[in-house]
């Protein structure tokens, strides 16, 4: 399209056609003062601020709704421009409350900002301030809207970026304001405490509540949040070495873009609790006391190599942490097999979801990793599978909601429980859990009897389509239905909505967490093949991964059966490639997972355990065996940020960093390499984990020394290919992704992908013992096991007590009422919960959320690992529930 | 006595119901439920919202934004004055003062019996007629004290009866 070309302030620029007057003068760094004006917003043309005027046709006209036209002569700042600004801002000011000067805000008040640049001091006009009373009940955003300039940011950011509609306007003239449904406080409204609204609002109408500090922090530096696989860029503000406040960061490429969760946003304060370790500690005479790093680190080492040398390197086990950077996790893994010569390395992650993940390692050859969010905004469709993202990774909901809100794309749901997106979607399906499997080949056969399957995809880049084809034709519908719950109508109109189309999928922890994870998996590469819908924008698939480094925790080879790059230790190149890397000779002997490392500890055979950033206390099952088999142990070391269940039992406790507190990088979900740098000082004598690690590894006297963060990313960028980037030092990069398959060549070069056969559908066995089936899911105020985010003053103010949720028929049929306090019983254990009646869920499922009470629910499941499939199987369990005042 | 009539809530959803998805039909449906009941309910507003794929917020924002669309069940009858220029000059003021006294009713408020409710509104378009104001659909102007009287006698309202 041809450029147009305007004069503004005497330049001659040009710009695309269709941009704004505001837009063509930034983009040539020249300036206009806006208010209601934000780069991530639909412009509204509110405040009239941004008023421009045109030589040539004398019109004054807002630019930032007014699109640029050819041979335009714009004055931004012309006397008769500066004289209508100077009034808009007084009439602003007259309508504004006097407590103006003590407001939080502060010199981050637009509004004052601007007056300050146009010399409006004095308004001289009659004030008519609007009183609407302070609305501050909730413990974290505090709203006066005496304060508001009804620029709408708030309401827009709210309909537009996180599409909750919690906010908008209500009644007109003098009167209008932003507000909830029936003018309720925001607790009481559909507000997800994103505080995106907060970020944006340009006075102090709306502000973060401070628990901490009030008023402007001192630094702000940005950094990733440590808390989702979304891997949000932040804004840490602190005042004298301490974060007092989070917001998401200015810059526009990021995942986020302008917004938050409510976790990223407002749950920080684990970072400077009285919990968090400041120095070593070492357990003499049965206590934990606090000793040198020098001493601690000396006796690690020792004892180690001394357990290594007695009792063999398989009697050594490392945990290390999908909540730590690239490079830790690097260090850890080599520190694992290079020096100590075993394979026993894992990661956090095991239970949420690798060893399902990993299917499309095996099938796919790790090819499609590369799955920016914001494809999802341009796919054709959108099938969302065993996934609540509204409260597990928030901003990739945002991005569900956008593509189905704004862009109109279909969104299908297919989850047991009626979530927050299916108000979004098309299509729900609402099926029994574990079935997700049967759903998936259903939907297959389906298409397959309708002859609707991408024949050029499957013919290019597949083998093993015509006996896949045999298996659909021969796998019964009905059964499907018995299984799933889900009628055959369901099905076929499942099936309409996706006929013919390229589908984004996005698989979450119901699938990544079940025990028929992996069939599940299986069954959906095939349908993915079967439609073509991998290898490219806009399709193929998105996981969505719970901890924040769950990706690079894994492609940096902490994990049991994975060397670095995510490349397969079974495989004879790749070791002896590693062991030309190293030097070293690698054991082929395949690890232990973090089940078999409890399960081994319990045997005795496990002698050494050394946990990096983990708690497995709180967040493996059946907490008591866990503490069972750590007593086992001659030896545990725990490097952590804080005090927790599993230091308590260490022998010596290594306190590290936290993300804030160090440099680093991050490998989202999408296979976003994001560096961040160090915002404050780590506390006491507490040091970041690659560094105590690099210490260690001279302890052991490793020749090469890790004593900077550049030396261990050169390792990793000369070693890893797909790594390659991390060198630089880009803020953000993405990983280079390399496969065997022909799909994801660009020259179509290599193998083709195989179809894998159809698993026949089976009924799950009742139990009559335990009636019901509970969920185990999160909320998005607390992530993973709570380790972090139950230290949060602001979610302990908020009081959520983490109720059972029951369908409304069966609180009838066990006669129960809301706020009744149950006993919850599996097989395997039991927990007391209040009981929440939820009408959307269906009868026989109950919902118990993750994290609270100390993430006691974990005592409902069993640890073990399901069969061949390694399938971890925490999502669902069988229980009972009985009235507590009926036990006694 | 005419009372607000209970909210027939399937006749409310039969409205709702035939909007479904449209969600460009979001002040039709508003209009129709605002004829049907006189009102609309707080109530309906999330039921709105779900079948037209709205937030919740905007369905009331929308509301409370039109004259014409009210949360609060209304009279039988809804006496509009004018408070524009035209009918200002014309002594609309002292119409809208002696109509409070007559009604017994200050702005915005509805009397007990649901007979009648009091409103104003910017400009009625029948500058020509000042002072205005309009019952339910029909004008009525050039308004006196007296006419104000016999007006409502004739929408069963006595003099002097409070
Ligand atoms: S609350 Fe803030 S963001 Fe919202 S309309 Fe008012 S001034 Fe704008
Ligand atoms: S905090 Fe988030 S959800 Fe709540 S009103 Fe603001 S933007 Fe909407
Ligand atoms: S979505 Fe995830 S990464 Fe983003 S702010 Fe929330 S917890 Fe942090
Ligand atoms: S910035 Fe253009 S009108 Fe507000
Ligand atoms: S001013 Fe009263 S009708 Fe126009």
């Given at each position: 399209m041809e450029e147009i070309s305007l004069t503004i302030n005497g330049k001659n620029i040009s710009c695309a056609p269709g941009t704004s007057i505001l837009n063509a003068a930034l983009q040539n760094g020249i300036k206009i003062p806006t208010l209601c004006h934000h780069p991530n917003l639909e412009p509204v043309g509110a405040c009239r601020l941004c008023l421009v005027e045109d030589e040539k046709s004398g019109r004054i006209m807002a630019s930032c709704v007014t699109p640029a036209s050819p041979n335009m002569v714009i004055h931004t700042d012309s006397p008769t421009i500066k004289e209508h600004r100077i009034n808009i801002i007084r009439l602003m000011m007259a309508n504004h409350p006097e407590s103006c000067i003590v407001c939080s805000q502060g010199n981050r008040c637009e509004l004052r900002q601007i007056a300050a640049e146009l010399g409006v001091g004095q308004i001289g006009l009659y004030p008519m301030p609007h009183y609407t009373g302070l609305e501050a009940a909730n413990p974290f955003i505090i709203r006066d809207l005496s304060k508001c300039i009804l620029c709408g940011k708030c309401i827009r950011a709210d309909h537009e970026l996180v599409v909750v509609g919690a906010i908008d306007y209500t009644l007109r003239g003098f009167k209008s304001r932003p507000a909830t449904v029936h003018e309720m406080p925001l607790e009481k409204s559909d507000c997800t405490f994103c505080g995106t609204c907060v970020s944006l609002c340009p006075t102090g109408a709306l502000s973060l509540k401070n628990t901490r500090y009030v008023g402007s922090p001192q630094n702000e530096s940005s950094t990733i949040c440590g808390f989702c696989g979304v891997g949000c860029s932040l804004v840490m503000g602190s005042v004298d070495g301490q974060i007092v406040e989070v917001n998401p960061s200015h810059k526009q490429d990021t995942v986020n873009r302008s917004t938050l969760c409510v976790r990223g946003h407002f749950i920080h304060d684990f970072l400077s609790v009285p919990e968090r370790l400041t120095s070593p500690l070492v357990r003499t005479d049965g206590d934990l006391s606090p000793a040198a790093w020098d001493e601690a680190l000396e006796l690690v080492a020792q004892r180690l190599i001394g357990i290594r040398r007695k009792n063999g390197p398989q009697s050594i086990a490392f945990l290390g942490s999908s909540k730590c950077s690239n490079?830790?996790?690097?260090?850890?893994?080599?520190?694992?097999?290079?020096?100590?010569?075993?394979?026993?390395?894992?990661?956090?992650?095991?239970?949420?979801?690798?060893?399902?993940?990993?299917?499309?390692?095996?099938?796919?050859?790790?090819?499609?990793?590369?799955?920016?969010?914001?494809?999802?905004?341009?796919?054709?469709?959108?099938?969302?599978?065993?996934?609540?993202?509204?409260?597990?990774?928030?901003?990739?909901?945002?991005?569900?909601?956008?593509?189905?809100?704004?862009?109109?794309?279909?969104?299908?749901?297919?989850?047991?429980?009626?979530?927050?997106?299916?108000?979004?979607?098309?299509?729900?399906?609402?099926?029994?859990?574990?079935?997700?499997?049967?759903?998936?080949?259903?939907?297959?056969?389906?298409?397959?009897?309708?002859?609707?399957?991408?024949?050029?995809?499957?013919?290019?880049?597949?083998?093993?389509?015509?006996?896949?084809?045999?298996?659909?034709?021969?796998?019964?519908?009905?059964?499907?239905?018995?299984?799933?719950?889900?009628?055959?109508?369901?099905?076929?109109?499942?099936?309409?909505?996706?006929?013919?189309?390229?589908?984004?999928?996005?698989?979450?922890?119901?699938?990544?967490?079940?025990?028929?994870?992996?069939?599940?998996?299986?069954?959906?590469?095939?349908?993915?093949?079967?439609?073509?819908?991998?290898?490219?924008?806009?399709?193929?698939?998105?996981?969505?991964?719970?901890?924040?480094?769950?990706?690079?925790?894994?492609?940096?080879?902490?994990?049991?059966?994975?060397?670095?790059?995510?490349?397969?230790?079974?495989?004879?190149?790749?070791?002896?490639?590693?062991?030309?890397?190293?030097?070293?000779?690698?054991?082929?002997?395949?690890?232990?997972n973090t089940?078999?490392?409890?399960?081994?500890?319990?045997?005795?055979?496990?002698?050494?355990?050394?946990?990096?950033?983990?708690?497995?206390?709180?967040?493996?099952?059946?907490?008591?065996?866990?503490?069972?088999?750590?007593?086992?142990?001659?030896?545990?070391?725990?490097?952590?940020?804080?005090?927790?269940?599993?230091?308590?039992?260490?022998?010596?406790?290594?306190?590290?960093?936290?993300?804030?507190?160090?440099?680093?990088?991050?490998?989202?979900?999408e296979g976003r390499i994001q560096s961040f740098e160090q915002a404050v000082a780590p506390p006491g004598e507490a040091k970041p984990d690659w560094e105590i690690l690099g210490l260690l590894f001279a302890k052991m006297r490793y020749p090469k020394r890790y004593s900077s963060l550049d030396k261990i990313k050169a390792e990793i960028s000369d070693l890893v290919p797909v790594y390659s980037a991390l060198e630089r030092n880009e803020e953000q990069?993405?990983?280079?992704?390399?496969?065997?398959?022909?799909?994801?060549?660009?020259?179509?070069?290599?193998?083709?992908?195989?179809?894998?056969?159809?698993?026949?559908?089976?009924?799950?066995?009742?139990?009559?013992?335990?009636?019901?089936?509970?969920?185990?899911?999160?909320?998005?105020?607390?992530?993973?096991?709570?380790?972090?985010?139950?230290?949060?003053?602001?979610?302990?103010?908020?009081?959520?007590?983490?109720?059972?949720?029951?369908?409304?028929?069966?609180?009838?049929?066990?006669?129960?009422?809301?706020?009744?306090?149950?006993?919850?019983?599996?097989?395997?254990?039991?927990?007391?919960?209040?009981?929440?009646?939820?009408?959307?869920?269906?009868?026989?499922?109950?919902?118990?959320?993750?994290?609270?009470?100390?993430?006691?629910?974990?005592?409902?499941?069993?640890?073990?690992?399901?069969?061949?499939?390694?399938?971890?199987?925490?999502?669902?369990?069988?229980?009972?529930?009985?009235?507590?005042?009926?036990?006694? | 006595m005419a009372k607000p009539k209970d909210i027939d809530w399937r006749e409310l959803e039969a409205i709702i119901d035939k909007h479904r998805g449209e969600t460009w039909a979001l002040i039709p449906l508003l209009q129709d439920i605002q004829e049907t009941l006189g009102y609309i309910p707080e109530e309906s507003i999330e039921p709105i919202a779900e079948a037209l794929n709205l937030f919740a917020s905007q369905v009331q924002g929308v509301i409370s934004f039109y004259a014409g669309l009210s949360l609060k069940p209304k009279g039988k009858y809804v006496i509009r004055i004018c408070r524009g220029t035209a009918c200002h000059v014309k002594g609309g003021r002292s119409i809208l003062r002696f109509m409070k006294k007559e009604v017994g009713l200050d702005e915005g408020e509805t009397s007990p019996d649901y007979q009648f409710t009091l409103e104003t509104v910017a400009c009625l378009g029948a500058c020509f007629l000042a002072p205005a104001m309009m019952v339910n659909r029909t004008y009525f102007g050039k308004l006196s004290p007296p006419k104000v009287t016999s007006i409502l006698a004739e929408y069963g309202k006595k003099k002097g009866e409070g």
């Open positions: 490079e830790e996790n690097y260090l850890f893994q080599k520190m694992a097999r290079v020096i100590l010569g075993t394979n026993n390395v894992d990661n956090g992650s095991y239970g949420s979801g690798r060893t399902i993940t990993s299917r499309i390692n095996e099938r796919l050859d790790a090819g499609g990793r590369v799955k920016p969010l914001a494809e999802l905004e341009r796919a054709e469709m959108i099938f969302v599978i065993g996934a609540n993202p509204a409260e597990s990774l928030p901003v990739a909901s945002y991005y569900l909601k956008r593509a189905s809100r704004m862009n109109g794309i279909p969104l299908m749901v297919a989850d047991p429980r009626k979530t927050a997106l299916v108000p979004f979607s098309s299509l729900w399906l609402p099926l029994a859990p574990n079935s997700d499997y049967a759903m998936i080949s259903g939907l297959a056969a389906i298409l397959y009897k309708r002859g609707s399957y991408d024949k050029d995809f499957i013919s290019q880049f597949t083998e093993g389509f015509d006996r896949y084809g045999e298996d659909l034709s021969s796998f019964k519908l009905e059964g499907v239905s018995r299984v799933t719950g889900l009628d055959g109508e369901l099905m076929e109109r499942a099936a309409d909505l996706i006929e013919g189309k390229k589908i984004a999928f996005v698989i979450g922890h119901g699938i990544l967490q079940q025990r028929h994870g992996i069939l599940s998996m299986d069954a959906l590469l095939n349908l993915a093949l079967m439609t073509g819908s991998l290898g490219g924008e806009g399709k193929g698939l998105h996981f969505l991964t719970m901890e924040n480094n769950q990706m690079g925790a894994w492609d940096m080879g902490t994990a049991p059966d994975f060397l670095p790059g995510r490349k397969s230790l079974h495989n004879d190149l790749i070791r002896k490639n590693w062991e030309q890397n190293w030097e070293v000779k690698l054991s082929p002997d395949p690890g232990l089940i078999r490392m409890i399960e081994e500890a319990e045997k005795g055979n496990l002698k050494a355990l050394y946990v990096m950033g983990e708690n497995p206390l709180r967040s493996l099952p059946q907490p008591e065996r866990i503490s069972n088999a750590l007593k086992n142990l001659e030896f545990m070391v725990v490097q952590d940020i804080l005090a927790t269940e599993t230091t308590l039992m260490a022998d010596v406790v290594l306190p590290g960093a936290a993300f804030s507190e160090k440099g680093g990088s991050f490998t989202n979900m990069t993405w990983i280079k992704e390399s496969s065997n398959s022909r799909l994801f060549h660009l020259q179509g070069e290599g193998e083709p992908i195989h179809f894998s056969p159809v698993i026949k559908t089976e009924p799950e066995r009742s139990d009559e013992d335990y009636p019901l089936r509970a969920i185990l899911g999160s909320l998005r105020y607390h992530l993973g096991s709570g380790t972090r985010t139950a230290h949060s003053v602001r979610i302990k103010d908020f009081a959520l007590k983490g109720e059972v949720e029951i369908s409304l028929e069966d609180s009838a049929a066990l006669k129960l009422k809301e706020g009744d306090q149950v006993r919850i019983s599996s097989a395997h254990g039991s927990i007391s919960r209040e009981v929440m009646l939820n009408p959307d869920l269906r009868p026989g499922l109950i919902f118990i959320p993750v994290a609270f009470h100390n993430n006691d629910v974990m005592n409902l499941i069993e640890l073990t690992q399901l069969g061949e499939a390694n399938s971890p199987g925490w999502k669902e369990c069988r229980v009972r529930i009985q009235k507590v005042e009926d036990l006694c | -």
